[in-house]
């Protein structure tokens, strides 16, 4: 006689859990879209505030292999410089940045290296990127970019804020700033394109 296999019962879904998960992810797309929407007026300097969208698979990289959470979509915002990872997160909110980034358990490192496996898993296409880590957090916006980043932005488009901060299970150096001052950037001294005519 076959003998049936038994199979667990999947047990059901807790409300709470499923409700606080929708929650979040409405929180995500909305601090996305509103990211996408700052950053197209800058680089358009207000002309069009859609050039740069919320990707349809945000929220999935690098599992579902999305190019981050904020695309180029319009042919205005070629020459767009950056690989886009939005965090809004309650585990960020509570605790100053600087216990924050020296605390081993800091998420933010973790965040800033998946956005680099990105131009690492397709370096022909993201080759010239740039990583850029958007962490909101007591209702503002910051950056956070590596040593690359900051060179770039500083030796085209002139100082930026920051506070450096090295983590000692992390071999790079990052450097958080206030995301308003991004915007203080001239864009047109940022685009890829026209850095590599003028290389």
Known sequence: MEQKQKTKAKKPADPKRVKAGRKSRRKGKKRENEIAKSLSH???????????????????FPKKGADGDILPMKPAAHGFPFIIDVKDRKSVESMDFADLLSNKECPIFKWFVEVGNIVQNNPEAHARKLRLLIIHKNR?????IGAKE??????????????????????????????????????????LDKVMVNA
């Open 150 to 191: 900051l060179a770039y932005i500083e030796d085209n488009a002139g100082p930026l804020p920051y506070i450096k901060v090295r983590h000692r299970f992390m071999w790079e150096t990052l450097y958080v700033f206030p995301l308003p001052a991004l915007f203080d950037k001239d864009p047109e001294t940022l685009r």
């Open 140 to 144: 503002r916006d910051y950056g956070v």
């Open 42 to 60: 800058w680089w358009t300097g207000g002309s069009d505030n859609k050039v740069l969208r919320r990707a349809p698979l945000s929220g999935g």
